[in-house]
């Protein structure tokens, strides 16, 4: 019995990690920010100037799944006092205008993004955790 549990454990925590795995890109304003496949908080933070606030243009997140179709995908946007300010639910891409973006996030240093997931089927239970996309600082 003691065996099946550590086993099934085992299976959850690896399904766990196996979910959050992909790549990812970021875009503002049709330039691409960051694109990768690895969580780095130091290496995924980008410096965004006042003139790109200033557009009329799009903050973009497209997420490719290694496994398309296996969970629910969502991106949340925290502010430095880690309050979630935006959350995005079962969808692997997100586009917002970057005027609706600045205005959530007036007198904000910093927006960060995070994803987590969900699996598709309801019977699976899997320990939710948030992975860091990328961080934008003002």
């Not at 130091?42 to 799009?58: D, P």
């Not at 007198?107 to 860091?132: F, Q, S, W």
Request: proline residues 2%.
């Amino acid at each position: 019995m003691k065996k099946t549990v550590i086993l099934f454990t085992l299976l959850l925590c690896l399904a766990n990690v196996q979910a959050q795995s992909g790549s990812w890109k970021i875009k503002l304003n049709g330039k691409t920010l960051l694109s990768t496949s690895k969580e780095d908080e130091k290496i995924n933070c980008k410096k965004v100037k006042a003139a790109q606030w200033s557009k009329n243009g799009y903050l973009e997140i497209n997420f490719t799944e290694d496994e398309p179709d296996t969970w629910w995908r969502s991106f949340l946007f925290y502010d430095e006092q880690d309050n979630e300010l935006l959350r995005k639910d079962s969808t692997t891409s997100y586009k917002i205008l970057v005027k609706e973006l600045f205005k959530l996030f007036s007198g904000k240093k910093e927006i960060r993004i995070y994803t987590t997931i969900a699996p598709r089927d309801p019977n699976l239970a899997i320990r939710m955790r948030r992975v860091h996309l990328c961080t934008l600082r003002f």
